[in-house]
């Protein structure tokens, strides 16, 4: 059965063919091409050959072909975006559209491969049947390396949903885009045409969400670091930054990129927003004391797959954590209340099922805290005790700030080592 928890799925598309996918929906190949449709084509036409001869995926299908199938992938960041980044040079003129994967994977005759579909390699189950273990394994193989064989994981990475003939457009939740160029493309796009949908700016689906260091794993104990967007990572607890007096950052300053990670937070998960916003008022987030929420349980849903329509967060259990007491930009965080916090976020998890956890860099940026000198050696002693209450320990998804420089990870991929070595 698909999985009983909301997820996302994606379609690469040139923002040529935006216009008439928002009007028709997603179409496969050969619908595409019978409708006279197709303005622009990202895919490598060695690549549809291939697809096309697929003789493992037509045997599984009972003669049918790859082109017959919308396709969507479970992790955007894989060779095919690789390509249209640094092969093509298409970053520009590229659009990612979010789907209602919960949605799709429950359509009849969808397929769910365990890699690209252009391989012999690759296997092919019904959605329908396929079990949440099953799904859970082909995920973590998408976005992350499984395998010693750099080939073998470039394949995995390329997984796949694939829906017959096409998706109708009220599947499609988001626009997102890589660049604010082409965000404000597809606004005036968007605009002249009359049609209405969700523009996010968000560079984590085009290769900016990474580990540091040169693309390798940085990773001390059970605290692993890395750049980007924090709510990318796929783990069971989500921490988000706050104040505590109930205050996010407006749906329209998020948009533009200003609103920060709580302002992100409200703009994707209005109902979260509310819980953190009751919660405050009735004085259950206080500095040193975060707050975590088990989302399935507080939406008060008997399928998580109704969550669909409530939150673009991927989380089960959200983490409110006040770096200070209120929104105000000049009130900088105290070391001693960000340590106290995350001690009590350890007595949190210890009574839970979390296994794996992401987090901003907790008090740093406007709060002042120094990421190196400060935020870092804490993290990494007291997260590096977090496990549930089945005695695991837990894996942290630890986020540098935002504002770092690309010319700064090397120097600070350097003094991590240093910092894990004297905490050995």
Request: with cysteine.
């Amino acid at each position: 059965m698909p999985p009983r928890h909301p997820i996302k799925l994606y379609y690469l598309c040139p923002v040529e063919n935006l216009s008439s996918i928002l009007r028709h929906g997603i179409m496969s190949h050969n619908l595409v091409e019978e409708r006279g449709l197709r303005v622009s084509d990202l895919s490598d036409p060695s690549v549809q050959e291939k697809r096309a001869s697929n003789l493992s995926f037509q045997h599984f299908s009972s003669g049918k072909n790859l082109h017959e199938y919308v396709n969507l992938y479970i992790n955007p960041n894989g060779p095919m975006m690789a390509n249209i980044l640094f092969k093509q040079q298409r970053l520009d003129q590229t659009v990612i559209l979010a789907v209602d994967g919960t949605r799709a994977l429950a359509q009849k005759g969808a397929i769910v491969s365990n890699g690209n579909c252009a391989s012999s390699n690759t296997e092919f189950q019904w959605s329908a049947a396929i079990t949440d273990q099953e799904w859970a394994d082909i995920s973590r193989a998408c976005k992350s390396e499984t395998s010693t064989d750099p080939l073998e994981n470039r394949r995995k990475q390329a997984a796949e949903v694939l829906v017959p003939d096409i998706l109708s457009t009220d599947y499609i939740t988001a626009v997102c885009c890589g660049t604010e160029k082409i965000c404000a493309r597809v606004d005036e796009l968007l605009a002249s045409e009359e049609l209405s949908r969700h523009v996010i700016h968000d560079p984590n689906l085009f290769f900016k969400y990474n580990r540091l260091g040169s693309g390798e794993r940085l990773r001390v104990g059970m605290v692993g670091f890395y750049t980007g967007d924090c709510t990318s990572v796929n783990a069971d607890a989500l921490v988000i930054s706050t104040n505590t007096r109930g205050v996010m950052a407006a749906p329209e300053k998020a948009l533009s990129g200003k609103g920060g990670l709580a302002g992100l937070y409200r703009l994707r998960c209005p109902k979260g927003y509310q819980i953190f916003r009751d919660a405050c008022k009735n004085g259950l987030i206080t500095i040193c004391n975060p707050r975590m929420i088990d989302f399935y349980e507080e939406t008060c849903v008997s399928n998580p797959q109704s969550l669909a329509g409530i939150t673009d967060i991927p989380h089960r259990y959200h983490v409110f954590f006040p770096t200070k007491i209120s929104p105000s930009y000049s009130e900088k965080s105290n070391p001693e209340n960000i340590k106290a916090g995350l001690d009590r976020l350890g007595e949190l998890l210890a009574k839970s099922t979390v296994k794996t956890i992401t987090m901003p860099s907790l008090g740093c940026g406007l709060g002042g805290m120094d990421f190196i000198g400060e935020f870092a050696p804490m993290a990494i002693s007291i997260c590096n005790k977090y496990a549930n209450k089945d005695g695991r320990r837990i894996y942290t998804y630890l986020f540098a700030p935002q504002e770092l420089r690309s010319t700064e990870e090397a120097a600070l991929e350097v003094q991590l080592r240093q910092i894990g070595a004297r905490l050995k």
